[in-house]
């Protein structure tokens, strides 16, 4: 990722605040400007998430069903079969999908679960899709595994802030979480990462959160802003829901902060209004999970996400995007980048 003069490092909670404090039509003209001038407006990234592994983690994630520590009634199941994710993804593909997500209910990946995880990658790689996978904490001997087999982004979200971190999770800290983020960035992976909203966190949190994304060496190429979905059986399941104009804010400042990441409008949209999800395209969420589950939570069917792009006039990315990028005399040219 080049650097431009948008990008920054710096950012400090009352940066973040002073932004997203503004009055909603100056923020969301703010975000919009930005988004234009670095990606198409109209389109919008479709990825497909599959869960290869489901169940089992023992991992205390309070916002997660397949944590082994909570009562969901989600069995443990084993790792997929290859050909099997493979078929998945073909379909996926058909469906106008451009990357393909894969995640396993790990605390991390065993050795023995490596060449499977590595000939799911070489497959789905070779439909002309990217790839994706989660896997929990990687060592930098696995890091280097997925690498070697071109694996193109790796997801692992941090969720919130450091401070609300431990309210969430007490099985792995805030900094096992970065130290990961950092062996996947030194093997030569793109980051995915990003965090939950309506977990009972406080506004600065998520100002803290997207600061420390931000304040990355090379931000996250793809940042995941999800919407809480309560599950019966977690420790989550009565916290109210986020209100969908501090959503819509955050997806904005969080352009602002990342203007050249792709910024993914991820769970919770089978909750959101089409007018919600509208102004979260408005202000710079440009990809989207397409299917009726995200690993084992509920998303909006297929032929909804259709209707709501013929409605706003979207359309789906390409594998590869056209990517705006200013000039130095400030007139805007268009190339060809890889997502």
């Given at each position: 990722?080049?650097?431009?003069?948008?990008?920054?490092?710096?950012?400090?909670?009352?940066?973040?605040?002073?932004?997203?404090?503004?009055?909603?039509?100056?923020?969301?003209?703010?975000?919009?400007?930005?988004h234009r001038r670095y990606f198409e407006?109209?389109?919008?990234?479709?990825?497909?998430?599959?869960?290869?592994?489901?169940?089992?983690?023992?991992?205390?994630?309070?916002?997660?069903n397949q944590s082994a520590h909570h009562?969901?009634?989600?069995?443990?199941?084993?790792?997929?079969?290859?050909?099997?994710?493979?078929?998945?993804?073909?379909?996926?593909?058909?469906?106008?999908?451009?990357?393909?997500?894969?995640?396993?209910?790990?605390?991390?990946?065993?050795?023995?679960?490596?060449?499977?995880?590595?000939?799911?990658?070489?497959?789905?790689?070779?439909?002309?899709?990217?790839?994706?996978?989660?896997?929990?904490?990687?060592?930098?001997?696995?890091?280097?595994?997925?690498?070697?087999?071109?694996?193109?982004?790796?997801?692992?979200?941090?969720?919130t802030s450091e401070r609300y971190y431990?309210?969430?999770?007490?099985?792995?800290?805030?900094?096992?979480?970065?130290?990961?983020?950092?062996?996947?960035?030194?093997?030569?992976?793109?980051?995915?990462?990003?965090?939950?909203?309506?977990?009972?966190?406080?506004?600065?949190?998520?100002?803290?959160?997207?600061?420390?994304?931000?304040?990355?060496?090379?931000?996250?190429?793809?940042?995941?802003?999800?919407?809480?979905?309560?599950?019966?059986?977690?420790?989550?399941?009565?916290?109210?829901?986020?209100?969908?104009?501090?959503?819509?804010?955050?997806?904005?400042?969080?352009?602002?902060?990342?203007?050249?990441?792709?910024?993914?409008?991820?769970?919770?949209?089978?909750?959101?209004?089409?007018?919600?999800?509208?102004?979260?395209?408005?202000?710079?969420?440009?990809?989207?999970?397409?299917?009726?589950?995200?690993?084992?939570?509920?998303?909006?069917?297929?032929?909804?996400?259709?209707?709501?792009?013929?409605?706003?006039?979207?359309?789906?990315?390409?594998?590869?995007?056209?990517?705006?990028?200013?000039?130095?005399?400030?007139?805007?040219?268009?190339?060809?980048?890889?997502?």
């Open positions: 990722m080049s650097r431009t003069s948008d990008e920054r490092h710096d950012w400090t909670r009352s940066q973040a605040q002073e932004i997203y404090d503004q009055p909603f039509n100056d923020l969301i003209f703010q975000a919009h400007s930005l407006p109209n389109k919008v990234q479709i990825s497909r998430l599959l869960s290869i592994k489901t169940g089992g983690c023992p991992e205390d994630c309070a916002y997660c009562k969901t009634g989600l069995s443990a199941e084993k790792l997929m079969e290859v050909e099997r994710v493979i078929e998945e993804a073909r379909k996926a593909k058909a469906a106008g999908a451009s990357r393909y997500c894969m995640g396993a209910a790990f605390r991390s990946p065993k050795e023995r679960d490596l060449d499977m995880i590595c000939a799911m990658v070489t497959g789905v790689k070779a439909l002309g899709m990217e790839t994706c996978m989660t896997l929990g904490m990687l060592s930098d001997a696995h890091a280097k595994r997925l690498a070697a087999v071109g694996l193109d982004y790796y997801n692992h979200n941090i969720d431990k309210e969430i999770i007490t099985t792995r800290t805030f900094a096992d979480r970065l130290e990961t983020l950092d062996r996947v960035r030194a093997a030569g992976i793109k980051i995915c990462c990003g965090g939950i909203l309506g977990m009972g966190e406080e506004p600065e949190d998520r100002f803290d959160m997207l600061v420390t994304l931000a304040n990355l060496p090379q931000p996250p190429e793809s940042v995941p802003i999800n919407q809480l979905v309560p599950v019966e059986g977690t420790p989550l399941e009565n916290v109210p829901p986020v209100d969908p104009i501090a959503f819509v804010r955050t997806i904005a400042l969080a352009r602002i902060m990342m203007p050249r990441s792709m910024v993914r409008l991820s769970a919770g949209r089978a909750e959101m209004s089409d007018e919600t999800q509208a102004l979260c395209f408005f202000a710079g969420a440009n990809s989207i999970f397409m299917g009726d589950t995200l690993l084992t939570t509920e998303n909006t069917e297929e032929g909804s996400d259709a209707q709501l792009f013929a409605k706003l006039g979207l359309s789906p990315m390409d594998l590869k995007r056209e990517d705006r990028t200013e000039t130095c005399a400030g007139r805007e040219t268009v190339h060809a980048a890889a997502l």
